[in-house]
């Protein structure tokens, strides 16, 4: 994986006080009178919050009108901000077009697949590849750099905002105009994208590159190449207009980082944000949870993720949420302590920065019923207050700030492009869901207090003593052999179901599945055998499956069978493999196990690996371990993801948080949703 380009963090004033964790918020000032702001400002020292992301949607007040700018408000609130030593991470503002920007350049309103037309009145209604749009945004962005380049209180930029989160898939003709652009530069002849798009099938053969479209709604399933191949466009639209606005910026102040927030989270699935990170100075994203089983561990899973995107060096979260959302079917506040709980493991793979939507509620608009650091209620509240606490905390975990991520010594591999392959349509069951199977792997990870790096698909594997890819669908012939001599070198590896599958066009790799990592695992399947919805079927390993089997067979002798079926279509037949490779090895799971039923296979795959716990029996399946350091020293992160206390005995270290709490003989004791972060020598 490349690194990213500058990996500079934050500029900061020189006024704030070294080493320090940033924390804050998005603070929307255009939303209130102006003699709003001091009081903000006020409430915001009180909390210890040191850096504002601002104008993240200021475009309209920024340029009322073509032609016309005032900058009179933004420069006095960045004076203001910086008089009180607050830093600011100003955004572009080019996330939002205003409204008479559409109305004299229409065009530039995205275009649905089924030829609807997006209009203004809610945000980011642009087209990724509109020529229009850049030039009208880019000159935005060069009157605010110019303008801002040397104001002290400037940290970092913020390109747009959370790109592609609502206009990611475009069919306009600009859209279709790039993506033939983009399809000539990967194939550059037609006979080549005729091969790799499968054109043959269905009579989809083309004799121009102008025939080719985007797949708009079609009379049956689009072809799966051009759906596959528009996936990979539409992120490269993204990055590609990301890259226009840093350039620029580039350009004009060389001395300022520059970031963008990802969106690391649930199942945004369409930026391949491996490609996108080494653009960047550093890496931000935002985290939103949704209720259910696993949310904190969802939450684990993508600060994971991110800190891997960052190559283990500190990543900025742009935001999460003190208490409700307002986007969610039912939206249910924080529980106490659970936002503190949220944020620290943040910081504990490897976020530098805790920031959130948003700093002060807003009265009017979309979004009034979503939380703030400052509620409607006002600083009187309990959200305040905890918003206090966490401020505290940070400030005590001062020294933190700088270090990288200890690498773990399980990987579960993460692929953007299997992701999007192995959930489009006319497939063996439209149940399958990528990221949840890899999250389910985590979970029992974690539930069998094993640390694990998610990683993304090109990092390096060498150093891991288990890699599990989890559906590792798209596997071209350098991946496969990468795998492969990660196994001849001794790691052990694991994979699953419809994995193997398909090439790099999404063909399939024929001579019996999983085509591409046949011999590494030394099986053979001559079908797959979905299960209906509701199925279900047992392992002689007294484990439930569901969602998938295989009818296969194992051809390798040296494999030993882990689990057969028992009961369904398949019983008797082998269900998950094990073939041992020199001194490492490489299974497979036949089936969607979820965390229960993936803890023996863990603990199969743990043993042969000859991996343990690094934490006391107590305290496993109920905490998650994170681990950052330094040349010298080490930062525990123990977060107990039940909503009960749980004791942790024989973990040595200086307890930086909680405030107050001791490391004693009896060892330490994690209050319910409590993190305790301890300091020790490296080893
Ligand atoms: C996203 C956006 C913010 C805000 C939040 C609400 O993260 O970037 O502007 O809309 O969602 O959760
Ligand atoms: C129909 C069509 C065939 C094929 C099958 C698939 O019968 O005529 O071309 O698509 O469905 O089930």
Not at 148 to 174: F, K, R, V
Not at 193 to 205: I, V
Not at 353 to 380: I, N
Not at 609 to 615: F, H, P
């Amino acid at each position: 994986m490349p690194e990213p380009t500058g990996h500079r963090w934050l500029r900061w004033p020189a006024s704030t006080p070294e080493p320090r964790l940033a924390f804050g918020a998005d603070y929307n000032p255009e939303q209130w009178p102006s003699d709003v702001w001091p009081e903000d400002v006020r409430a915001m020292r009180e909390a210890g919050v040191n850096i504002v992301t601002v104008a993240v949607f200021a475009w309209a007040r920024l340029q009322p009108g073509a032609g016309q700018w005032t900058f009179g408000w933004l420069d006095e609130v960045m004076d203001l901000l910086h008089d009180s030593g607050i830093a600011v991470d100003l955004a572009t503002a080019t996330a939002s077009p205003p409204a008479w920007l559409t109305r004299a350049h229409p065009e530039i309103l995205p275009v649905n697949r089924l030829g609807e037309t997006l209009w203004p009145g809610g945000r980011q209604h642009w087209r990724p590849t509109s020529p229009v749009f850049r030039t009208h945004a880019l000159a935005l962005v060069d009157k605010l750099a110019h303008r801002y380049a040397h104001h002290p209180a400037l940290a970092s930029w913020h390109i747009s905002n959370e790109l592609g989160c609502h206009n990611l898939y475009d069919y306009s003709d600009d859209a279709a105009a790039a993506f033939r652009l983009w399809l000539r530069a990967r194939y550059e002849t037609l006979d080549a994208l005729n091969h790799a798009w499968g054109t043959a099938f269905w009579s989809q053969r083309y004799g121009d590159w102008a025939e080719i479209l985007p797949p708009r709604l079609a009379a049956s399933y689009p072809n799966p190449t051009q759906q596959l191949d528009f996936k990979r466009f539409s992120s490269d639209a993204l990055r590609d207009y990301l890259c226009a606005e840093r350039d620029l910026l580039r350009g004009i102040t060389p001395q300022v980082p520059i970031t963008t927030n990802f969106m690391v989270m649930g199942e945004t699935s369409g930026m391949n944000y491996a490609q996108w990170a080494a653009e960047l100075d550093f890496v931000s994203n935002d985290h939103y949870t949704w209720p259910g089983p696993h949310a904190v561990s969802e939450l684990q899973f993508s600060a994971n993720l991110t800190g891997n995107l960052a190559g283990g060096r500190p990543w900025f979260l742009m935001e999460h949420s003190t208490s409700a959302v307002n986007w969610q079917p039912v939206n249910v506040p924080k529980k106490p302590g659970e936002m503190a709980r949220d944020s620290l493991s943040h910081v504990a793979h490897g976020a530098d920065a805790v920031c959130f939507f948003q700093w002060r509620a807003s009265v009017a608009g979309a979004e009034k019923y979503h939380s703030a650091m400052l509620p409607h209620a006002g600083t009187d509240s309990a959200v305040f207050q905890s918003v206090v606490q966490l401020g505290q905390s940070l400030a005590a975990l001062a020294s933190v700030a700088g270090s990288l991520r200890k690498p773990a010594p399980v990987a579960i591999l993460f692929d953007w492009e299997s992701w999007w392959a192995s959930q489009q349509d006319s497939h063996p069951t439209e149940w399958l869901r990528y990221r949840q199977e890899a999250l389910d792997w985590y979970v029992a990870l974690q539930q069998a207090g094993l640390r694990a790096d998610v990683i993304p698909a090109g990092a390096a594997l060498h150093g891991y003593r288990l890699v599990i890819a989890p559906v590792l669908h798209v596997t071209p012939p350098a991946l496969a052999a990468r795998l492969s001599s990660y196994v001849d070198d001794g790691g052990h590896l694991v994979t699953t179901y419809f994995s193997g599958i398909v090439d790099g066009n999404d063909h399939i790799i024929t001579g019996g599945y999983p085509g591409g990592l046949r011999d590494l695992l030394g099986i053979r399947i001559e079908e797959m055998a979905p299960l209906l919805d509701g199925e279900s079927v047992s392992l002689d390993n007294g484990t439930t499956a569901t969602m998938w089997t295989d009818r296969m067979e194992v051809v390798d002798p040296a494999v030993k069978v882990l689990a057969r079926y028992a009961s369904g279509e398949q019983a008797g037949r082998p269900a998950i493999t094990h073939r041992p490779v020199g001194g490492g090895s490489a299974s497979y799971v036949s089936t969607r196990l979820g965390p229960a039923g993936l803890a023996p296979v863990v603990g199969e795959l743990a043993g042969f690996a000859g991996l343990v716990s690094d934490l006391p029996r107590s305290a496993r399946g109920r905490v998650e371990l994170a681990v950052r350091r330094t040349d010298t020293e080490e930062f525990w992160f123990l977060i107990n993801l039940t909503d009960e206390p749980v004791p942790a005995d024989g973990i040595d270290g200086e307890v930086l948080v909680p405030a107050g709490a001791r490391n004693t003989a009896e060892g330490l004791a994690l209050a319910p949703r409590g993190v305790v972060v301890l300091r020790k020598p490296s080893p």
